[in-house]
């Protein structure tokens, strides 16, 4: 038996390189895609690498013997040729048992050593035989592998694009539509420049007007007390800024204590509130600041009675000037149903905090992606006022894609 492999671009070129070279009785016994060497393999198009084998003519034709001497030479060629196809035709039978993990092929291949070993006197007639079969079955498993792969949605070549968003936390919805976009952009751009350019399509940054009052609201222990004095620290001390503290979070033990020490640490002014009159004093008390930084009460999403009575004094504050406080840590699932669940408060921008607790940042682009709203800031520490940044879309592709790390 003759093997020989191929590397081809298509399976057309190789059923015509094999029809040339091994004739119209060859036989595909398996194929599968690899990738080329080299860096630029790993974002190419794969190429096919074809195994395909035709019965040597050694074996259709019995030779012919003149006398007993010849007789027993022939015979001893015969076996050996014999036992060289078998070692042969094992190494191909466990080759596709390896690739299609076939239990027929193994019982087939227990079959062809069983009756080799023991019908010596009819070994070429026998092998002939077992081979055609084998020729058959192998053609027909070749043919299941095929179909099988009819209807894939998406193309091995965009694999590891797909890897590379998995690994990064990007969602499984999201990674959908990334490679859809990638597949109908018919440009000559490899894939992962195609890649990049969907991503920052995706990502919508804004740049935050810090004037008037300003209100963060979101979940408990996404860091939003914390952000607030980051974001009065930059105001205050960095830009000069008359800057008052507000805080709706009593019910949080320590809350008030812990924006009550930031605002004596910045002599700033701080009121709490526990009701909506003393919503109304605080907010006049501080008519001569130029920004007034509101701390609200983490609520959970999923208690509507909370969120509306969060919704009061947010109305009561009479801004549009309102932040989404997310954590970059927060479970796919979980961030759905908060987004969701804050939709009612009208936030028109979106916090991402705790990026220093995370190793991977898809997480930007599903918190996104949920809420249709444009990213505002993220914090990447504790360090108050400094570990807050605002970030290009540039910036969040290379941080989604490994290439970049913040901090």
Partial sequence: MIIKRYIVNTMNEAMTRIRYELGRDAVIISQRKIRKPGIKGFFSAKNIEVTAAVENEVNEKKPKTVNGNNDSRNSNELNNIELNSIEAIKKVVQQENDNINSSRVVQKQNNIVHKVTNQSDNNSENLMSEMMEMKTMISSLSLERELSQVGTPIE??????????????VDSENIENIIRKIKNDK??????????????????????????????????GVGKTTTIAKIAGRLALAEGKKVGLIT??????????????????????????????????????????EVVLIDTTGRSSKNKMQIAELRTFVEKADTKNIHLVLSSTTK????????????????????????DETSTYGSILNILETAKIPLS???????????????????????????????
């Fill in 332 to 355: 796919n699932r979980d961030m759905k149903y908060i987004v969701e669940g804050y939709r009612i408060l009208n936030y028109n921008s979106i916090i991402v905090t705790k990026l």
């Fill in 248 to 289: 709706v979070d009593t019910y949080r033990i320590g809350a008030v204590e812990q924006l009550k020490a930031y605002a004596d640490i910045m002599n700033l002014p701080f009121k709490v509130v526990y009701n909506m009159n003393d919503m109304d004093k605080a907010i006049e008390s501080m008519n001569e600041c």
């Fill in 156 to 169: 091995n070549q965009k694999s590891d694009i797909e890897k590379i968003l998995f690994d990064n936390d």
């Fill in 187 to 220: 440009t000559e751009k490899t894939d992962f420049e195609k890649l990049k350019i969907v991503l920052k399509e995706m990502i919508d940054v804004t740049k935050p007007k810090l004037e008037g009052r300003i209100v963060l609201v979101g979940p408990t």
């Fill in 377 to 407: 800031f993220v914090s990447i520490g504790q360090n108050v006022p400094d570990d807050i940044k605002e970030l290009s879309a540039d910036s969040i592709v290379g941080l989604i894609l490994g290439e970049d790390t913040i901090c």
